[in-house]
């Protein structure tokens, strides 16, 4: 089956700087990659999305770029803001029901001040 | 619009224990999911209901049975609680059954079996 993975674990950045965080997949079939936040105390919510026909993908400040030939994707949130603290994962799909969708283990995102 | 909302937020039980978690979601959603979270493992499926009338095993389904009482209700029961189901569980919904149609989360609920 796939399998996900996701760097950094933690990731700490300082207030207006840039942060990225980096998944890797093992099967060349997965054509969906969404990205979720998960605030403290809450479920997971989508952020963005990608499908396999696109390299990249920009809504304001968070922009997910996708190479199929080394088979990672990648989340990238520019100008950081406190409220972008979060728990971000990423996951991948070959398609068909959501049972296909597996999700990295996560990275806690904290904003310094 | 509530969205997801998933009863209880908390629960202790001792091991043996049974328990129901119950879900429930506003937005005409098909689609229904159970997952756990636990520290550094992601989010793994236990059951889903592909439409109203189905369910099926997701990734780590043992120990646990699901029930889709109607298109609205999707409840997760434990028979006999052990220590390894503590946990964070989520409910989730999906508009259509397929992996490209976002799942709404629920706010979970945090599960510790002594």
């Known amino acids: 089956g796939e399998n996900v993975e996701q760097h950094p674990s933690t990731l700490s950045v300082q207030e207006g700087d840039s942060a990225v965080i980096k998944c890797t997949y093992s099967?060349?079939?997965?054509?969906?990659f969404p990205w979720y936040k998960q605030e403290l105390g809450k479920g997971p919510q989508l952020i963005i999305d990608?499908?396999?026909?696109?390299g990249e993908k920009k809504d304001q400040r968070i922009a997910v770029t996708l190479n199929k030939t080394a088979k990672h994707f990648s989340l990238h949130i520019t100008e950081t803001q406190p409220e972008d603290s979060a728990v971000y994962f990423c996951?991948?799909?070959?398609?068909?029901?959501?049972?296909?969708?597996?999700f990295g283990k996560g990275t806690h995102l904290i904003i310094q001040p | 619009n509530a969205g997801v909302t998933q009863t209880p937020k908390f629960q202790v039980l001792k091991t043996g224990q049974s328990m129901t978690l119950q879900c429930a979601q506003d937005?005409?959603?098909?689609?229904m999911y159970w997952y756990r979270q636990d520290p550094g493992m992601g989010l793994r499926l236990i059951y889903y209901?592909?439409?109203?009338?189905?369910?099926d095993k997701g990734e780590v389904p043992n120990g646990y049975n699901v029930s889709r009482l109607n298109k609205r209700e999707f409840s997760l029961r434990l028979e006999s609680a052990a220590p390894s189901q503590t946990s964070v569980y989520f409910c989730?919904?999906?508009?259509?059954?397929?992996?490209?149609?976002?799942?709404?989360f629920g706010n979970g609920t945090r599960l510790t079996v002594t």
């Open positions: 209901s592909a439409s109203e009338g189905t369910t």
């Open positions: 990608i499908r396999s026909n696109v």
């Open positions: 937005m005409n959603h098909n689609s």
């Open positions: 996951a991948g799909s070959t398609g068909g029901g959501a049972d296909g969708l597996t």
């Open positions: 989730a919904s999906s508009e259509a059954w397929g992996a490209n149609s976002p799942l709404h």
């Open positions: 099967d060349s079939a997965s054509n969906y």
